[in-house]
């Protein structure tokens, strides 16, 4: 983990953003934090937490992190979670259940919970751990999925829960619960423009990058970077990519990690690889290598997310920071960052003939790239990088604290 200084972001947030975080975390010096989560690598809340985390120690507070250990049922279940409150029909069995309940009951047991002032706990896997642990201080449940249109029985199931939290933190106004009588508040995400995956590349570095993954700068590139997730769509990337290049010659690359937490990964994985067999400028990469993300969001033509339920969708804003315009689905954080027109495009869901429509249209039109991607970083420079994230978290923690 870097350990970066928050005056690292003057150049990009300015020196009054900067004052404004240090005199927010005033009242809060020495406050001792632990964050909770139940993965290390992989997804945008682990790469937030490496962030975040030092940043917060660098104020002033004593955030921990703790990871909570799961064995690959567990997350068979806790993925059947997350998709639930994404909103797909799930039958969890007793024995399920009964298993995610067991591994929160040990965890919290061994955990040093009572150690800290506040715990901010993030998403469904370690959400019961509440439940069995003696309360001494506040807790913060920080959902980082889209929740708006969970499955009804999942979300009552998991609702007792979330009542024990003294709040709750979710990306976006749209996913305000009218049903959970929990303060909420509205926290997006941010990127960290200092981080491997953001930070500024020399032509060289990006030249190298590409080169050692095979990737031709012959042709403009189209790009996804995704876990391998149904919720991602990566059949839609492909069959935008089938239209798209009927009219403009171009390359396709997906590149997508698989986190540990997201057991249904290796099999969507599969079902990709086999339609790209026959198809010819698609490359598929499933290493981990930030290098390589921010290599490809710099090169890239247009950077697609077609998710069909996002959180949030960091991919977003690093692409836009680049200057890469985006289409995206309008769904979840995207339209917070993907300004219709003005940063990017926005389409429904499925509908890849409009997706392909508008990614054609960028790729003949240079100008509208340009503009639309100097828009695009703009808007991620004023709203969603790490010093604002940090800010809205010790306004949120000194309501707690
Ligand atoms: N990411 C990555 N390599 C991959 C896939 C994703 O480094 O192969 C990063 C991506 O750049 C972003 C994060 O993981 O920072 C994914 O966050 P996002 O909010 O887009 O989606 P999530 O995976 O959390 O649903």
Not at 4 to 21: D, F, K, N, R, T
Not at 152 to 174: C, Q
Not at 234 to 250: I, K, M, N, Q, W
Not at 275 to 285: A, F, K, P, R, Y
Request: aromatic share 8%; proline share 6%.
């Amino acid at each position: 983990m870097e350990a970066l200084g928050i005056e690292q972001y003057v150049p990009y947030v300015g020196e009054e953003m900067v004052a404004a975080v240090f005199q927010a975390a005033r009242p809060l010096y020495g406050l001792r934090l632990l964050h909770v989560n139940s993965t290390f690598h992989g997804g945008g809340v682990a790469g937030m937490l490496h962030s975040l985390i030092p940043l917060m120690n660098d104020v002033g507070i004593n955030a921990d992190w703790s990871l909570l250990y799961g064995d690959p049922s567990l997350f068979q279940v806790t993925k059947k979670l997350h998709n639930a409150l994404q909103g797909e029909p799930v039958e969890l069995t007793d024995r399920e259940v009964a298993d995610y309940l067991r591994v929160n009951e040990a965890f919290a047991r061994y955990s040093p919970l009572a150690d800290h002032d506040i715990i901010i706990v993030h998403d469904p896997q370690p959400l019961p751990m509440i439940r069995y642990q003696q309360r001494v201080n506040p807790w913060v449940w920080r959902c980082h999925i889209d929740i708006s249109t969970p499955h009804d029985l999942v979300w009552e199931a998991l609702k007792p829960f979330i009542l024990r939290y003294d709040g709750v933190v979710v990306s976006s106004e749209a996913f305000r619960k009218p049903d959970l009588p929990v303060d909420t508040h509205i926290i997006a995400p941010a990127i960290d423009p200092l981080s491997e995956l953001n930070r500024e590349l020399t032509t060289d570095e990006l030249a190298k990058k590409l080169d050692q993954y095979k990737i031709p700068l012959d042709k403009p590139i189209l790009v996804q970077v995704s876990r391998f997730d149904k919720w991602k769509d990566p059949l839609g990337v492909l069959e935008v990519f089938r239209r798209v290049r009927e009219a403009v010659d171009c390359r396709l690359v997906m590149v997508g990690n698989m986190a540990t937490d997201d057991p249904e990964g290796p099999q969507i994985f599969s079902q990709v690889q086999e339609q790209v067999q026959e198809m010819g400028d698609v490359h598929l990469i499933t290493q981990t290598d930030a290098l390589l993300v921010n290599a490809l969001q710099r090169s890239a033509a247009v950077v697609m997310q077609l998710s069909r339920r996002e959180g949030f969708g960091l991919t977003v804003s690093e692409a836009l920071w680049k200057e890469t315009p985006v289409v995206a689905t309008n769904v979840g954080g995207i339209p917070q960052q993907v300004l219709h027109g003005q940063t990017g495009y926005l389409v429904e869901p499925g509908d890849y003939e409009g997706a392909a429509g508008l990614v054609t249209r960028l790729l003949q039109d240079p100008e509208l790239r340009q503009r639309i991607g100097s828009q695009g970083r703009e808007h991620v420079r004023q709203n969603f990088l790490m010093p604002r994230l940090l800010l809205d978290w010790l306004r949120v923690l000194v309501e707690l604290a």
